[in-house]
């Protein structure tokens, strides 16, 4: 069950993530969280940033996960643990559906689901440290 505060809402930059990272670890270790799932990477990488400014070492001292997979992740310190999503694959399925819609052959209503890939780095392995 998430601590009190431990959820905290706002934009999906670098400096929120930073903050927050701060705000939600900065305290005894049994009064912190374990994990962060941070809503993309370049938020992950401020709370990174932040837990480094309080002493802390993602990886080591919790884990972290961002989300979009971004291309510069693989070589951060500790390599960011990320939800990767197939922009291949979803740009040419949505040029499928345009072109079924536009040709009469399925509605404006239909939906298409695209699996993420989780891709596990060190941010994440903590407990391996």
Do not use: C, K
């Not at 990488?45 to 070492?57: D, F, H, N, T």
């Not at 080591?60 to 999503?85: E, K, M, S």
């Amino acid at each position: 069950m998430p601590g009190e505060g431990w959820l905290v809402r706002g934009e999906g930059s670098y400096e929120f993530g930073y903050e927050s990272a701060i705000h939600i670890l900065d305290g005894p270790s049994d009064a912190r969280p374990t994990a962060i799932i941070a809503f993309n990477d370049l938020m992950a990488i401020g709370v990174i940033e932040g837990a480094r400014s309080i002493g802390l070492q993602a990886g080591i001292d919790f884990a972290v996960t961002g989300f979009d997979d971004a291309p510069f992740t693989q070589y951060l310190n500790p390599p960011l643990t990320t939800v990767r999503q197939p922009v291949w694959e979803i740009g040419e399925r949505a040029i499928e559906l345009l072109l079924n819609i536009l040709n009469g052959r399925v509605g404006a209503s239909q939906q298409i689901l695209v699996a993420p890939e989780l891709v596990i780095r060190r941010s994440s392995d903590f407990r391996l440290g």
